[in-house]
């Protein structure tokens, strides 16, 4: 069974520039979600979708960030403008339900900001 | 969310058994209590979890205070490929399903 794919896995922006994220789920899992890993600490949890319906997007900055799951399927995160403290990886999971289920990780977007 | 307490860091010798200690002296009745794991440059992977009984798998054991307020995951024998940070997140129960990760514990296996 393929696994949660990502790209890019590097990305290197000056700040001010647009960039965008893409996630392709486990086939058949119904939750998408994005974490965001800074250097040192443990992900945080952007956005979650259900098929293609926001569950949550409480700790996304809405300014700045958006994210969009258009069929259900594979998703984009973009940031626009980027800033310096952007700088983390992003981290795409999937699950089959959302209730309790467990989490799988793709292999995440490492984002510089210069 | 309820908070828990893990070491920074631990080290343990290749072959070896590790227990993996966590503190949750505030969990509530319907928290689950998930293990994962990032091994370096990859995303986290799930490990374990369980809700009051000890729990084993392929990857791993969970053993939980009868109290709950604190359990150990234990690597029966530590290898190079278990050298990680690990998560142990509490994972609340109807309507409250996120993962809030910590700062985890770095396990760092000697060979």
């Known amino acids: 069974e393929a696994g949660v794919a990502q790209s890019p896995r590097y990305k290197i922006i000056e700040k001010r520039q647009s960039v965008a994220f893409w996630c392709n789920p486990i086939?058949?899992?119904?939750?998408l979600y994005w974490y965001q890993q800074i250097l040192g600490q443990g992900p945080k949890l952007l956005i979650q979708?259900?098929?293609?319906?926001?569950?949550?997007d409480s700790q996304l900055p809405k300014d700045r960030f958006s994210a969009e799951r258009l069929k259900g399927v594979d998703s984009t995160l973009k940031i626009q403008p980027a800033k310096l403290e952007d700088s983390a990886v992003y981290l795409c999971?999937?699950?089959?339900?959302?209730?309790?289920?467990?989490?799988?990780f793709g292999p995440g977007t490492r984002l510089t900001v210069l | 969310d309820a908070k828990t307490t893990q070491p920074n860091s631990m080290e343990s010798n290749e072959e070896e058994p590790v227990h993996l200690p966590c503190n949750h002296s505030t969990i509530s009745g319907t928290d689950y209590i998930h293990w994962y794991r990032q091994l370096p440059s990859q995303g986290p992977e799930y490990v374990i979890h369980?809700?009051?009984s000890n729990v084993n798998n392929r990857m791993a054991s969970l053993a939980i205070a009868e109290d709950r307020k604190s359990s150990t995951l234990i690597l029966h024998r530590a290898t190079l490929r278990d050298a990680a940070v690990y998560y142990c997140?509490?994972?609340?129960?109807?309507?409250?399903?996120?993962?809030?990760f910590g700062k985890g514990t770095k396990l760092s296996v000697i060979p």
């Open positions: 997140i509490l994972r609340g129960g109807a309507g409250s399903y996120q993962l809030t």
């Open positions: 086939s058949g899992h119904a939750t």
């Open positions: 369980g809700l009051t």
């Open positions: 979708f259900q098929n293609n319906g926001v569950v949550d």
């Open positions: 999971a999937s699950s089959v339900f959302s209730g309790g289920d467990t989490q799988y």
